[in-house]
């Protein structure tokens, strides 16, 4: 079974730019939950999204935004990126939804911000 | 609010060694509690969990963690380390409260010494 693939793998952008970044889980996963990983804040949950419903969010302002297709597939969106925004950016897939559920992650995109 | 706290944001072993990871929680209510690891270039991966059924849980490549209610503490052991298990790891928790968001300490970076 193939794994839980995230595109772009890396990315550069700059400030004020928007930026979309694709996840696809593992097939037949439903669950789909995005994280955020930096240095200073280290690993923080984003949301989830369950057929195509987001189920929960974390605490992060509204610039950032998610949505699920009908296989399954997520993507997130930032606006008006800041500075701050640079970080590695997780995608994790489940069968279930609901976090203590075992999440298989992608490698991640790691997005930088001029 | 809910945390988790990892002591040592680097610990070295020698191979062969005793590895200690260690993690506290701060929870009323004996949450959900897990240990993932990153190796590098990698998103994580889950390396075991808790859910109540057993305060000794075995997982993976040969880890496994206590969890000690008296003590709020969910440390990761494994009797003898090998070069391969060189990686970052982190303890995350799940209140147990309809928020259902996983929670991630800092991390603690292993290394293994020759």
């Known amino acids: 079974k193939a794994g839980v693939t995230q595109t772009p793998r890396y990315l550069i952008k700059t400030r004020g730019q928007q930026v979309t970044l694709s996840c696809s889980p593992i097939s037949g996963h439903r669950s789909v939950s995005w994280y955020q990983q930096t240095p200073g804040q280290g690993l923080q949950f984003l949301f989830e999204?369950?057929?195509?419903?987001?189920?929960n969010k974390g605490n992060f302002p509204g610039r950032f935004s998610g949505r699920q297709f009908s296989n399954s597939r997520s993507e997130m969106n930032v606006s008006t990126l800041e500075l701050g925004d640079s970080a590695l950016y997780l995608c994790?897939?489940?069968?279930?939804?609901?976090?203590?559920?075992?999440?298989?992650f992608g490698p991640g995109t790691r997005l930088t911000v001029l | 609010a809910q945390s988790v706290t990892q002591l040592g944001s680097h610990v070295s072993v020698s191979e062969g060694a005793l590895v200690l990871l260690r993690c506290n929680y701060s929870s009323s209510v004996p949450p959900y509690l897990f240990w993932y690891v990153q190796y590098p270039n990698q998103g994580l991966q889950l390396l075991l969990k808790y859910t109540s059924a057993a305060t000794l849980v075995k997982g993976i490549n040969g880890f496994e963690a206590e969890f000690k209610k008296s003590e709020t503490s969910f440390h990761l052991t494994k009797p003898s380390a090998h070069m391969s298990d060189a990686a970052e790891y982190f303890c995350?928790?799940?209140?147990?409260?309809?928020?259902?968001?996983?929670?991630f300490g800092k991390g603690t970076r292993l290394h293994i010494l020759p």
């Open positions: 999204y369950f057929s195509e419903t987001q189920r």
């Open positions: 994790a897939s489940s069968s279930r939804t609901g976090s203590y559920n075992e999440q298989f």
């Open positions: 995350a928790v799940i209140p147990m409260n309809r928020d259902d968001k996983i929670i």
